[in-house]
């Protein structure tokens, strides 16, 4: 089975300041890659997804992710956060005919002002 | 446009309690699905549908049951509700195949058992 790791659980940051979130997946094959946001007392919200094309791929709210085949990674970036990007961010992974997308356990980021 | 409606928002269910979480979408996705998010587990998958009258099991079944008599509607059963289960629950929907289709979530249902 496939698995999504995101190596930070809690990150803080000033606003203003850059900001990058590791993900890494475990599975081999071809696959398509999401970013999920969930801002407090929300539901998830996609911020971007991946699947083919440029590796370099923009989303909402001034995010992007860049996919590494080689690396098995779909990193967030964004140059410059603010006090609103306060959310928990998600990755997440699944095969193109694959019926389950699975979840890493999530990034909770705290933007002070 | 209600996309996916999820009721009710919050419960409180004794030990042994049985509920329905409902789920109904409006946007004639086929796939339909049941995630519990817990604190630093992330979300997890519980059970699955591909079109009416198809569900499959996710990642963790046990305890739960669920039905799709329709393409709209998606309910997940707790048969006898146990402390383990408290938890926030997702239902979400995309087209299928998903391929890379987002999943559109419902507004999540929080549910305490004492």
């Known amino acids: 089975a496939q698995s999504v790791s995101q190596h930070n659980h809690h990150v803080i940051l000033s606003e203003a300041a850059s900001l990058e979130l590791g993900c890494n997946y475990s599975?081999?094959?071809?696959?398509?890659l999401f970013w999920y946001v969930q801002y407090p007392g929300q539901h998830l919200q996609l911020l971007l997804k991946?699947?083919?094309?440029?590796?370099l791929v923009k989303g909402i709210k001034g995010f992007e992710a860049e996919f590494i085949k080689s690396k098995f990674s779909f990193n967030l970036r964004k140059p410059s956060v603010q006090w609103s990007d306060t959310a928990e961010y998600f990755c997440?992974?699944?095969?193109?005919?694959?019926?389950?997308?699975?979840f890493g356990k999530g990034t909770s980021l705290l933007v002070t002002p | 446009n209600a996309g996916v409606t999820q009721t009710p928002k919050f419960q409180v269910l004794k030990t042994g309690q049985s509920m329905t979480l409902q789920c109904a979408q409006d946007?004639?996705?086929?796939?339909m699905s049941w995630y519990r998010q817990d604190p630093g587990m992330g979300l997890r998958l519980i059970h699955y549908s591909v079109g009416a009258g198809i569900t499959d099991q996710g990642e963790v079944p046990n305890g739960y049951n669920v039905s799709r008599s329709t393409t709209e509607d998606f309910p997940l059963r707790l048969l006898s509700a146990a402390p383990s289960q408290t938890s926030v629950y997702f239902c979400?929907?995309?087209?299928?195949?998903?391929?890379?289709?987002?999943?559109?979530f419902g507004n999540g249902t929080r549910l305490t058992v004492t």
């Open positions: 599975y081999g094959g071809t696959v398509n």
């Open positions: 979400a929907s995309t087209p299928f195949p998903r391929g890379a289709s987002p999943l559109h």
């Open positions: 997440a992974v699944n095969e193109p005919s694959g019926y389950a997308l699975n």
């Open positions: 946007m004639n996705h086929e796939y």
């Open positions: 991946y699947f083919s094309g440029d590796p």
